[in-house]
């Protein structure tokens, strides 16, 4: 398939050869270029060392291996015995974590005896090495790195259907093939998430979907959402699911089909309600074309398409909104709402991220806040008269200052206003904060309304030969504060430490993608020079003495 390759190493103390095709065919369906090596066959730290510089490292350490029929050799092992089994292996661990530091995405499992589990009534040695061994495991681990629990898999999938106990005997190859495209699906969230792939907004109907009944023909009291209420217990807890959601910084809206002073006076009224009116960010309800409007939330949250999921009860409406706009996830309310809830739950998947910021905690917050902008920027005849309003104020952040989990994040999602599109991983960022031929900057960004947040972030790297020349690898704002010409103000504070860094000429690239059209001619208006330019890729020079943003910026520093 087209597009870079994305390199996963699979590490681990058994034989796990069948887990490359399931891994790679679930990731290139997703538009994911895997290639997945197998490291040796018990030959953990030596290959950790052989793949640190892969873009992700899945670990398989099975306790069972540890020593040779572990399995079987537990109960007869001394104390002291057992004491040696683990620190042996805190140390590989603590040395498994140190070599991988700097790996953008490592997946270990966790230490797990569930297909050799001899009596639940009991817990047996090896049961509790695994326990101690997990606990030390999630204190090592730094921000780059995610455990799985494997017992989870295959509790879903079955033991015996999981267990190859016969090629355990003949080769160590513990797990089967079944086992293994579960495994693939489960860690498909981790990819996507660093791969820009995660959504980031969940569109919801309403009737049938956020209670049970149409509330045109029902009424206020006729709709159903009770928890105490065998008809709206299922819509009950799908909508405590989604406040979840919400507070964790999925975004929510509405495209119904009704009357948006009936919708309205439900979200504002009903005391069954979970969900509030001010837990959406946007509401679409009338009586148009579903596809229509969700192409308009697109635009006016300044969204793509394919970071929408849609959940719907209607198979028409579903069917329309997959055939004019592939590009969203598509969800149908199942007909047996008693699997409702745990459907909703598991779209939670859809929008796995690695790590929580406060941005993602305040999204819905900043986004009504965005809403009262727009409104208010209908008072003025002129854009300049609307941001002067405004009362912007930018601050700066310098190197250790930039926070890590964010700026990886908006690398992650930012699509628009990205001139190069990078995915940089939470490692990533720590590794450059840490090396000195690379300058990092971000900034927050607020105004008379309330806080954007960490809303940019720049990567400049010096060249190792000419410390007087630098190159911008990355620049991105986030959709939210587009418009705003707060890039202008940034870049501004960028070029100022540059040069006092020594720094003389600034190198910059566009690569075109089908998203970031918008920024294609950024730098040519900036007054940086052309070298090349094809029509993926353009690249500029700058002579720093000789930049200056012609126009007003309505951006001040805050103080």
Sequence with gaps: ????????????????????EPLEFTLRQEGINAEVSIGDYDNIIQDCKRYSKYNAVIVFWEAINLIDGFQNKALTLTAPQLSE????TKTEIKLLTSILTLTPLVLINRFSNLAFLPN??????????CSRLNEFLASSIGSNTLLIDTSAIIAKTGIHKSIDYRQYQNSKALYTAQFFTVFADALKPAFMAVNGR???????????????GILGEDG??????????PRGKPFHEAQTILRGFQQQGVILAICSKNNLSEVEAVLTNHPDMVLQYQDFVAFKINWSDKTENLQQLATELNLGLDSFVFLDDSEFEIGLVQAKLPQIECILVPANRSEYPNRVRALGLLFFTPSKTSEDINKTKLYLQNTAREDQATQFTTTSEYLESLQLKLTPLWRSQVPVARAAQMSQKTNQFNLTTPR?????????QHLPEY???????????????????????????DITVAQIECFLISCRVIGRQAEYCF???????????GIRTLHAKYLATPKNIQVADFYDNLGFTVLSRTPQETNYELSLENYKFQGDIFVELAH
């Design 491 to 501: 870049l501004q504070q960028v070029i100022s430490l540059l040069e006092v860094q």
């Design 1 to 20: 398939m087209k597009g870079p390759k994305y390199n996963i190493a699979v590490i681990s103390n058994i034989t796990i050869n069948q887990c490359k």
């Design 85 to 88: 089994i683990h620190q042996k």
């Design 220 to 229: 206020d009291n006729g709709i159903g959402m009770a928890y105490d209420s």
């Design 439 to 465: 300058i990092l900057g971000a900034f927050t960004l607020k105004d008379r309304f309330g806080e954007y947040g960490v809303s940019g972030f720049i990567v400049i790297k010096q060249q190792e030969h």
């Design 424 to 432: 940089y991983t939470e490692a990533d960022i720590s590794r450059m």
């Design 120 to 129: 639940v009534l009991a817990i047996d040695p090896l049961t509790e090495l």
């Design 198 to 212: 995660a959504k980031k907004i969940l569109v919801l109907d309403c009737d049938n979907t956020l209670w049970a």
